[in-house]
């Protein structure tokens, strides 16, 4: 971890550890995940989502929803980080939703919940300070989802890769303003990832 920019408490990485033994356990038709290779899932899930902590200067929204959270990320590596951060994660699969449950069971975490249907301004209300998606679909698409959810203020985070700027092009709904967008690599990596937040402002009448 702290070859690809992360450092954290030993008792983070024990409880990383213990996640991958049950990724790894229950991703036996790689519907979790594609990835199979240590130094890959390392690289790809865990570094990819800590590496943002530091980053954030471990300031979290909270409640904060992760949607299309998939087998947790970056939702999970989030709470292993910042314990006191209050998690939701959304995943309709519902094999993903089954490994969820079991994953906060089994790391005896709390003030994380699963949403386990499809994330959208009407199925999901429960106001939240923050959001984050990683791979889920492009920002213009996301942020109207969290119309009825993310509160004045609150902050919609996207990780995405270098294709981003294409995104960042379309028409964005009117009631958000980019706070940040910032373009980095994974150390000792290939991996150009970007790191794009915006602010949800009050509608105007």
């Not at 033994?21 to 130094?39: A, S, V």
């Not at 800590?50 to 929204?61: E, S, T």
């Not at 301004?121 to 698409?141: D, H, L, Y």
Request: hydrophobic share 40%; charged share 25%; proline share 7%.
């Amino acid at each position: 971890m702290a070859r690809y920019g992360v450092r954290v408490p030993e008792k983070v990485l024990d409880q990383v550890w213990v996640y991958h033994q049950l990724l790894r356990k229950n991703n036996t038709d790689q519907d979790l995940t594609r990835l199979i290779g240590f130094e890959t899932i390392v690289q790809r899930h865990y570094a990819d989502c800590l590496i943002l902590h530091g980053m954030l200067k471990g300031r979290w929204p909270s409640p904060l929803v992760d949607i299309g959270t998939g087998a947790g990320f970056p939702g999970i590596m989030i709470k292993l980080i910042s314990p006191q951060t209050e998690i939701i994660l959304s995943e309709p699969r519902p094999r993903r939703v089954v490994f969820l449950e079991t994953a906060v069971r089994e790391l005896g975490l709390t003030g994380i919940t699963v949403f386990g249907h499809k994330f959208t301004s009407r199925s999901f209300n429960t106001p939240v300070q923050g959001a984050i998606t990683r791979a889920f679909e492009s920002i213009a698409k996301t942020l109207p989802r969290l119309s009825n959810s993310l509160a004045v203020g609150g902050t919609a985070m996207f990780m995405k890769g270098p294709g981003v700027q294409e995104e960042l092009r379309e028409p964005m709904p009117p009631d958000y303003r980019l706070l940040r967008d910032e373009r980095y690599r994974i150390p000792n990596t290939t991996l150009d990832r970007a790191l794009v937040i915006f602010e949800r402002l009050a509608s105007k009448s």
